[in-house]
């Protein structure tokens, strides 16, 4: 019997993601070598928004070069032999995509819903009703430019963190003032997965770049940092 410690070889390569509808769309993941096509392609749809029916997978290498199509969903990801930078190329099949027309990358091209002042004064449950009902004392009690300066001073660029409600994670990108959304601190994110709001452009001010509805901008007693890799969806499936 061999007394010998047999160590765990990595079997994962991390690759690049583009997708053919989102042109500013540039994410990184990794993946098993051991995962089947259609486990790595369920992986992506989170990722960019693509189903998998409606998704065509290329791979190429860290020249440029389209090696094959991952047209067979039962084969693992390691017979294509990707490397470490080897880019994942979607295309979204489907015209009636919710990646398509670029809306998701340019907020100008969606259709704004107007409302006019004076329908706006007979609708109920507003914040103007709101605001109204509060009265004078509701409006004297200003936040401070400095709201939460003291929480968000332990929070870095670059940090890992996870978000509540939801303990959703990710990585921060922004952490200061930021006046279109009201006086004091915020932290802006970038989500592992699409559960922000934006692509990091909030009421037409840049605060930092990320995929579209992967960004988020949140006050400082909701972000947590610390040690929160990236989950792996299809970890707990593996497990007995």
């Not at 390569?13 to 369920?42: M, P």
């Not at 006086?183 to 605060?207: A, S």
Request: glycine share 8%; hydrophobic share 30%; proline share 6%.
């Amino acid at each position: 019997m061999s007394s010998l410690l047999q160590l765990p070889t990595d079997d994962s390569v991390l690759l690049r993601i583009t997708h053919s509808n989102l042109k500013t769309f540039s994410s990184e993941a990794r993946f098993s070598l051991e995962s089947t096509v259609e486990v790595v392609k369920d992986k992506l749809w989170k990722k960019c928004g693509t189903s998998v029916a409606s998704m065509r997978v290329e791979l190429y290498d860290d020249t440029g070069a389209k090696l094959s199509e991952l047209i067979d969903n039962t084969r693992p990801l390691g017979f294509y032999s990707p490397l470490d930078g080897f880019r994942l190329h979607v295309i979204d099949l489907d015209p009636s995509s919710v990646t398509s027309g670029g809306w998701l990358e340019d907020t100008s091209l969606v259709e704004k819903y107007k409302i006019s002042e004076e329908a706006y004064d007979k609708l109920d449950g507003t914040y103007r009703k709101f605001k109204e009902k509060l009265g004078p004392r509701g409006n004297s009690e200003k936040t401070s430019d400095d709201y939460m300066k003291d929480i968000s001073a332990n929070i870095k660029v670059g940090d890992r963190c996870e978000v509540d409600p939801g303990a959703k994670r990710g990585m921060v990108k922004f952490v200061g003032r930021a006046e279109p959304l009201g006086p004091g601190f915020w932290v802006g994110i970038q989500y592992d997965e699409p559960l922000g709001k934006h692509n990091g452009m909030v009421k037409g001010t840049r605060f930092f770049d990320c995929p579209p509805l992967h960004g988020a901008m949140v006050r400082p007693d909701k972000v947590k940092v610390g040690d929160y890799p990236e989950r792996d969806p299809f970890e707990e499936e593996d497990e007995i």
